[in-house]
């Protein structure tokens, strides 16, 4: 295939996309067979041009989405200089690399598809963007990283050896050990050293093993030493940095507490009482808890935190339910009061369990333990730099590393130069959302040429995901992540305009259930709801548990609804069943009234 370099060798002269690329004649998306099979939905989520954010729930043609929004870009949008955009100007981030191959399968089917009823114009155009796939950017976000950071090496942007690597967990584990022997042997012969004193503390507390495997901890949760020194001498400097850290962390889930809270907490001791009496006829360790609360529950002491977090024990279970073994029997309750009160109250147990707060003890222990936190963080720093030094001899980094050192690379090249090297990309895509950490949004951001704390930077940005599928928290995803983009970018006040689909409508066939578009997809936040996969029964069920789920963490539960209609008509019904046809569970024969 004959595809122009981004810069030729010796001028370094700005590409030009060949012949091939270009349409003389106006071709526009609505025209193709892959738009006509979108629904009302992806349709209105259609959006090239500006910051786009999709909520997608499962089985609702999120790939789908993702295929009709590079189509759609490369048959209609143009660079500054009026070309049109070819696939390496693109980024598609996916959360695996299986992933990753399915969606350039998807891209290519697509791509075959419009190929089948082309001109011989559009022919030459879908041809040269299929000879450009296989090397197009899509994949996870580390092979993305790595791939950069090489581009920029051998641009001569970077200092970096362009043959640069992924340190994979066991290299990464061998050249850590060799850091901490380094910083070991190190503090051994400077004892007096503010590093050797950090040591000589920690190994009179501790096993040098226990020592080598904290550090292996941070590095496992993608931690560095330069942040956790910092943090540490954050927490343990002299003018109450704790106290304001405490106080920084407690806001707003402290406040959203004591709206709930509070106005309860007046009447509480004497519902709390009646309840009580009710119970006076039954007994068992439940309500023995009960009614040790009642005769130690200190009224004035009610808007103190750790009052109510005996409430927290007493009256609710961990996943902060009511708690019903003991004090009910066959779904009756023993006492009405009791179950009342526990209903009011539950609303302020999701924000109190986010809560930071400390006790008069707990806040004792920490300031007798401020010496050892410090040499941990003293140890942190020295060995998080003996490694880097080790990766750099070997030119090996883990991910962490290359997105640290990437983004701070980015933040340091002046954009006529970036531009050499391909950034930033005309537009950043960034599938599962949902998934990723606070560090992957920022370079998705800064490969966009946006800055993660300006919305109205985020032009080149297109986010898909759907937060209730957030399944990664024990690698470090951030689960609010998704929540806290949109509700920045709503807050910026984004310009509210008609979408894309809006101003072709008279001139396609209409959707299914045509309508105009909803005043967030006018900002470009759109919602896939329709489920093509599952029958409409079972979305139904899961509709119920989901929004007393989401609920209980104070997340909004979009309801699903089922596209097993659209798909019947395509003559392929949804055939997923319910899980509780696949698990039929037998009724309980009989339960003691007291667990």
Same mark, same amino acid.
């Given at each position: 295939?004959?595809?122009?370099?981004?810069?030729?060798?010796?001028?370094?002269?700005?590409?030009?996309?060949?012949?091939?690329?270009?349409?003389?004649?106006?071709?526009?998306?609505?025209?193709?067979?892959?738009?006509?099979?979108?629904?009302?939905?992806?349709?209105?989520?259609?959006?090239?041009?500006?910051?786009?954010?999709?909520?997608?729930?499962?089985?609702?043609?999120?790939?789908?989405?993702?295929?009709?929004?590079?189509?759609?870009?490369?048959?209609?949008?143009?660079?500054?200089?009026?070309?049109?955009?070819?696939?390496?100007?693109?980024?598609?981030?996916?959360?695996?690399?299986?992933?990753?191959?399915?969606?350039?399968?998807?891209?290519?089917?697509?791509?075959?598809?419009?190929?089948?009823?082309?001109?011989?114009?559009?022919?030459?155009?879908?041809?040269?963007?299929?000879?450009?796939?296989?090397?197009?950017?899509?994949?996870?976000?580390?092979?993305?990283?790595?791939?950069?950071?090489?581009?920029?090496?051998?641009?001569?942007?970077?200092?970096?050896?362009?043959?640069?690597?992924?340190?994979?967990?066991?290299?990464?584990?061998?050249?850590?050990?060799?850091?901490?022997?380094?910083?070991?042997?190190?503090?051994?012969?400077?004892?007096?050293?503010?590093?050797?004193?950090?040591?000589?503390?920690?190994?009179?507390?501790?096993?040098?093993?226990?020592?080598?495997?904290?550090?292996?901890?941070?590095?496992?949760?993608?931690?560095?030493?330069?942040?956790?020194?910092?943090?540490?001498?954050?927490?343990?400097?002299?003018?109450?940095?704790?106290?304001?850290?405490?106080?920084?962390?407690?806001?707003?889930?402290?406040?959203?507490?004591?709206?709930?809270?509070?106005?309860?907490?007046?009447?509480?001791?004497?519902?709390?009482?009646?309840?009580?009496?009710?119970?006076?006829?039954?007994?068992?360790?439940?309500?023995?808890?009960?009614?040790?609360?009642?005769?130690?529950?200190?009224?004035?002491?009610?808007?103190?935190?750790?009052?109510?977090?005996?409430?927290?024990?007493?009256?609710?279970?961990?996943?902060?339910?009511?708690?019903?073994?003991?004090?009910?029997?066959?779904?009756?309750?023993?006492?009405?009061?009791?179950?009342?009160?526990?209903?009011?109250?539950?609303?302020?147990?999701?924000?109190?369990?986010?809560?930071?707060?400390?006790?008069?003890?707990?806040?004792?222990?920490?300031?007798?333990?401020?010496?050892?936190?410090?040499?941990?963080?003293?140890?942190?720093?020295?060995?998080?730099?003996?490694?880097?030094?080790?990766?750099?001899?070997?030119?090996?980094?883990?991910?962490?590393?290359?997105?640290?050192?990437?983004?701070?690379?980015?933040?340091?090249?002046?954009?006529?130069?970036?531009?050499?090297?391909?950034?930033?990309?005309?537009?950043?895509?960034?599938?599962?959302?949902?998934?990723?950490?606070?560090?992957?949004?920022?370079?998705?951001?800064?490969?966009?040429?946006?800055?993660?704390?300006?919305?109205?930077?985020?032009?080149?940005?297109?986010?898909?995901?759907?937060?209730?599928?957030?399944?990664?928290?024990?690698?470090?995803?951030?689960?609010?992540?998704?929540?806290?983009?949109?509700?920045?970018?709503?807050?910026?006040?984004?310009?509210?305009?008609?979408?894309?689909?809006?101003?072709?409508? /008279? @001139?396609?066939?209409? $959707?299914?259930?045509? %309508?105009?578009? !909803?005043?967030?997809?006018?900002?470009? +936040?759109?919602? *896939?709801?329709?489920?093509?996969?599952?029958?409409?029964?079972?979305?139904?069920?899961?509709?119920?548990?989901?929004?007393?789920?989401?609920?209980?963490?104070?997340?909004?539960?979009?309801?699903?609804?089922? /596209? @097993?209609?659209?798909? $019947?008509?395509?003559? %392929?019904?949804? !055939?997923?069943?319910?899980?509780?046809? +696949?698990?039929? *569970?037998?009724?309980?024969?009989?339960?003691?009234?007291?667990?």
């Amino acid at each position: 295939p004959t595809t122009a370099p981004c810069a030729t060798r010796a001028g370094k002269q700005p590409c030009r996309a060949p012949e091939d690329h270009f349409l003389t004649g106006k071709i526009m998306f609505h025209t193709t067979d892959n738009f006509r099979g979108l629904n009302i939905e992806q349709r209105h989520a259609l959006r090239t041009s500006g910051f786009l954010l999709i909520n997608a729930v499962a089985g609702s043609g999120k790939t789908t989405m993702l295929v009709a929004l590079l189509l759609k870009s490369l048959m209609e949008d143009r660079d500054e200089k009026g070309n049109p955009l070819r696939l390496d100007r693109f980024a598609l981030i996916t959360f695996t690399r299986k992933a990753a191959a399915n969606l350039r399968k998807k891209i290519r089917e697509a791509m075959e598809k419009e190929l089948k009823t082309a001109t011989p114009e559009m022919r030459d155009f879908w041809n040269a963007h299929l000879r450009d796939l296989p090397g197009a950017p899509i994949g996870t976000i580390d092979s993305l990283v790595q791939e950069r950071l090489r581009r920029l090496a051998l641009t001569g942007l970077t200092r970096f050896d362009p043959a640069i690597e992924v340190l994979d967990e066991v290299g990464r584990e061998i050249l850590a050990e060799r850091a901490v022997r380094r910083v070991m042997e190190q503090a051994a012969e400077q004892p007096d050293s503010e590093l050797g004193r950090a040591l000589i503390l920690l190994g009179r507390n501790h096993k040098a093993g226990d020592i080598r495997g904290r550090f292996m901890d941070l590095l496992a949760k993608d931690g560095d030493g330069e942040t956790a020194a910092r943090t540490i001498n954050l927490l343990t400097r002299g003018d109450g940095g704790y106290e304001r850290l405490e106080a920084m962390l407690s806001h707003p889930p402290r406040d959203e507490w004591s709206r709930i809270w509070f106005p309860l907490a007046e009447d509480f001791a004497a519902r709390l009482a009646m309840a009580v009496r009710e119970l006076a006829k039954k007994d068992n360790g439940t309500i023995k808890e009960v009614q040790k609360l009642n005769e130690t529950w200190d009224s004035k002491g009610a808007m103190n935190p750790e009052n109510f977090a005996k409430i927290r024990e007493c009256l609710f279970t961990k996943d902060r339910g009511l708690k019903v073994s003991g004090l009910a029997v066959k779904g009756s309750p023993y006492s009405t009061t009791l179950q009342a009160l526990q209903e009011a109250i539950l609303p302020a147990v999701a924000p109190f369990d986010r809560m930071v707060y400390q006790t008069e003890e707990q806040v004792f222990l920490e300031n007798t333990n401020f010496q050892l936190y410090q040499a941990w963080g003293a140890f942190f720093l020295a060995a998080h730099r003996a490694y880097l030094e080790e990766c750099r001899a070997e030119n090996r980094f883990s991910f962490h590393d290359l997105a640290r050192m990437l983004e701070a690379e980015l933040g340091t090249i002046t954009p006529d130069r970036l531009r050499e090297a391909g950034l930033p990309f005309a537009r950043v895509m960034i599938d599962e959302f949902q998934d990723n950490t606070s560090l992957q949004w920022r370079i998705g951001c800064r490969l966009a040429g946006g800055d993660p704390n300006a919305p109205r930077t985020w032009g080149r940005l297109t986010v898909v995901g759907d937060p209730e599928q957030a399944i990664y928290h024990w690698r470090g995803s951030n689960a609010q992540l998704m929540a806290d983009v949109r509700r920045q970018y709503a807050e910026s006040r984004p310009t509210v305009v008609p979408t894309w689909y809006d101003t072709v409508r /008279g @001139e396609v066939n209409p $959707a299914e259930n045509d %309508r105009e578009s !909803t005043e967030d997809e006018k900002i470009g +936040i759109g919602q *896939l709801a329709l489920n093509f996969r599952t029958r409409a029964d079972t979305l139904e069920r899961i509709d119920l548990c989901s929004t007393a789920a989401m609920g209980q963490l104070g997340i909004h539960h979009v309801p699903l609804k089922s /596209g @097993e209609a659209l798909r $019947a008509n395509a003559g %392929r019904p949804n !055939t997923v069943p319910a899980l509780a046809e +696949i698990l039929v *569970l037998s009724e309980p024969t009989g339960a003691a009234d007291d667990a």
